[in-house]
C-alpha cells in the first residue's frame, strides 16, 4: 500500500527570548526581542530550519517586528 502525503506546514519556535522596550499595539502587553525558529515540515518531518528574530508580544504572542 502506498501512503500519499503532500502535506507541508510551518512550525514556528522561539528558542530564546529577553524582555524590550516596546508596548503591543493589540493588547498594550510588554515587549520582547525573540530569537525564533521556522522549521518548514513535509509530512511533519522538518526539512528547512530558518532563524530569525523579531520583537514580540509577551503577552498576546503577536509580532510587532521581524528582522530577518
Ligand atoms: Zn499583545
Given at each position: 500500500m502506498v501512503f500519499f502525503c503532500f502535506l507541508v506546514d510551518q512550525k514556528r519556535k522561539v528558542s530564546n527570548s529577553k524582555p524590550a522596550a516596546g508596548i503591543c499595539s493589540r493588547c498594550g502587553g510588554g515587549a520582547s526581542v525573540a530569537d525564533m525558529k521556522t522549521a518548514t515540515r513535509f509530512c511533519y518531518v522538518p526539512f528547512y530550519w530558518k532563524s530569525w528574530r523579531a520583537i514580540l508580544c509577551t503577552?498576546?504572542?503577536?509580532?510587532?517586528k521581524s528582522y530577518r
Open positions: 503577552f498576546c504572542g503577536s509580532i510587532l
